[in-house]
């Protein structure tokens, strides 16, 4: 009786070391890869369900040959086939996570759709963290469904996916996900996105605003009404407002402090006057050229860096 009781313990003990090799092995996997090795056998099923590997759905590094769209004009053709492929593997492996999901980070290049926003919102409810891909044909219903899932959101980062229902999303994140700590753009941030900050997301306390252009009125709105603001960077970015018919550059010290308290100074990262390659290499004299003279590798590395350390990914 002893020796099958010694055998028995001797068995779950070589399985349950079976089991974390296969889950220590499973982490060093990319997303896709992980979600296929369930497929070999039943112990290997099991262990891909593990959930400390799907704390993270990180999508940056799926091969994009399959589900690639080119940053190109809105309104033209768009492939239904790597569409639906992408529906198939969001479903798969977000039903893997489930609610263990906290963060989604979705691929650069991915065309994202209604459909591929709430099937990834319904199967994983307790999500903290959103990073949205630069394009794609996202809805006001398709915000609201997803968020209406998201309860919990504390962190999006916001691109030109939104553009013609950025206040939209703010309305849906003002009804349905009130912990919003940290929001990240990566498109302009004029004056009305500023006003839905300041409405919809009151306890905001890390912001994000590189690398673009930023409404100055914006800038000091948001400065002056968000009391709980411990962060605003604006490293690389163009200060600019729209005066009289033309565009007016602001230099962000200098003509800040005209318009908001010495304290508001503190929560700004920027960088060094004069001196930042990126913003004397980056720089037009002409304001409309800006964005649409940068090379989409370096729009992939705004969207990914950032000074402020839990919106860089």
């Not at 779950?12 to 060093?28: A, G, H, P, W």
């Not at 890869?33 to 099923?45: A, I, T």
């Not at 492929?85 to 980070?105: D, E, P």
Request: hydrophobic content about 40%.
């Amino acid at each position: 009786m002893k020796r099958r009781s010694s055998n028995r313990n001797r068995k779950y003990s070589n399985d349950y070391l079976f089991y974390e090799i296969l889950v220590k092995i499973f982490t060093t996997l990319n997303v896709m890869d992980r979600s296929l090795v369930g497929m070999v056998c039943k112990s290997w099923n099991l262990a891909s369900r593990d959930p400390s590997l799907w704390k993270k759905l990180d999508l940056t590094t799926l091969c994009t040959r399959c589900f690639y769209v080119r940053l190109i004009p809105i309104n033209v053709w768009i492939d239904e086939y790597p569409s639906n492929k992408m529906t198939q593997f969001l479903k798969y492996a977000s039903s893997l996570g489930g609610g263990n999901v906290s963060t989604i980070i979705l691929n650069y290049y991915v065309y994202l759709r209604d459909e591929h926003l709430i099937s990834l919102a319904e199967r994983t409810p307790n999500v903290k963290r959103l990073v949205l891909p630069v394009s794609g044909n996202i809805t006001k219903n398709g915000i609201e469904s997803a968020m209406r899932s998201w309860r919990g959101l504390e962190s999006i980062t916001i691109t030109s996916i939104v553009n013609d229902i950025a206040i939209d999303i703010f309305v849906a994140i003002g009804k349905y996900s009130l912990n919003i700590l940290r929001l990240k753009f990566t498109c302009y941030f004029d004056l009305d996105q500023a006003e839905a900050l300041v409405k919809y997301t009151p306890n905001l306390k890390e912001l994000s605003i590189r690398n673009i252009l930023v409404n100055m009125r914006g800038l000091c709105l948001v400065l002056n009404s968000l009391k709980h603001l411990e962060v605003v960077n604006i490293c690389h970015s163009l200060i600019m407002d729209n005066l009289e018919g033309g565009f007016e550059i602001y230099d962000p010290i200098d003509h800040i402090l005209k318009y908001v308290d010495v304290s508001c100074l503190k929560k700004l990262i920027i960088c060094e006057k004069n001196s930042c390659l990126r913003c004397k290499n980056g720089r037009k004299k002409n304001v409309y050229d800006y964005r649409t003279s940068l090379p989409y590798r370096h729009l992939e590395d705004i969207w990914r860096e950032d000074e402020i350390s839990s919106l860089a990914h």
